[in-house]
């Protein structure tokens, strides 16, 4: 199955744009790369996700390399609000694999 | 829209005893996923339910893990016995659609403390 790799922990400044990495290079061409978050002592929370093309929501923008092999979710202009556990998912139809995600610290 | 509900919120127990927890997903959701989340790791996939069918179980530690979802809505797991590697989070989630394109829905999770 495919995995993920996320650097473990990253600041980030309030108001400014997080930019957090995942590499996922043995990714097969029809698997989704999915973003969620989980903030402490609550369950995961979709951000967003996409197959090939760059995605945007209200939440998040999603930026996948040509090879497919990264991606970088940016939230656009981060708040205290958005301190959390960031994870990275290759769904492969048959594993949802979480990994360790990435904690997020968004510093006043 | 009414989230996924899950009862209770916290339990203690002492090993060897049974527990279960209980999980009602969002009206319409047919995928009905159960995870396991060990303190600083990832939620990790238990238990897959399409409707009432149980398609991926092959992570269930079927010794001493059960699970059910009789009408195709509510699902309960249960532990028994309870051993003290047990202690973790349960976190329910549902998706209208299931795999591969489906965006999971997660309830806040079940804490389950053996001593």
């Known amino acids: 199955d495919a995995k993920t790799t996320q650097p473990p922990s990253m600041d980030c400044a309030e108001g400014r744009a997080a930019n957090l990495p995942c590499n996922h290079s043995t990714i097969s061409g029809n698997e989704y790369v999915y973003w969620y978050r989980q903030i402490h002592s609550q369950g995961p929370q979709y951000i967003i996700h996409g197959l090939k093309n760059n995605e945007t929501n209200e939440m998040a923008s999603l930026i996948i390399t040509e090879d497919r092999k990264s991606s970088t979710l940016i939230l656009p202009h981060a708040t205290l609000r958005d301190t959390a556990v960031y994870y990275c998912i290759v769904n492969t139809g048959n594993q949802f694999y979480f990994g360790t995600g990435t904690s997020l610290t968004v510093i006043p | 829209e009414a989230g996924v509900v899950q009862s209770p919120r916290y339990k203690i127990i002492e090993k060897k005893q049974p527990v279960a927890f209980w999980c009602n997903p969002i009206?319409?959701?047919?995928?009905l996923y159960w995870y396991l989340q060990n303190l600083g790791q990832g939620p990790e996939l238990l238990i897959r339910?399409?409707?009432?069918?149980?398609?991926?179980d092959s992570q269930l530690p079927k010794d001493r893990f059960s699970a059910e979802r009789l009408k195709g809505v509510d699902s309960t797991l249960k532990i028994q016995p309870a051993e003290l590697g047990d202690s973790a989070v349960y976190l329910c989630?549902?998706?209208?659609?299931?795999?591969?394109?489906?965006?999971?829905?997660f309830g806040p999770g079940t804490r389950l403390t053996v001593t």
């Open positions: 989630a549902s998706s209208s659609t299931g795999p591969p394109g489906d965006e999971q829905y």
């Open positions: 339910y399409e409707n009432e069918e149980a398609v991926d």
């Open positions: 009206s319409g959701h047919n995928t």
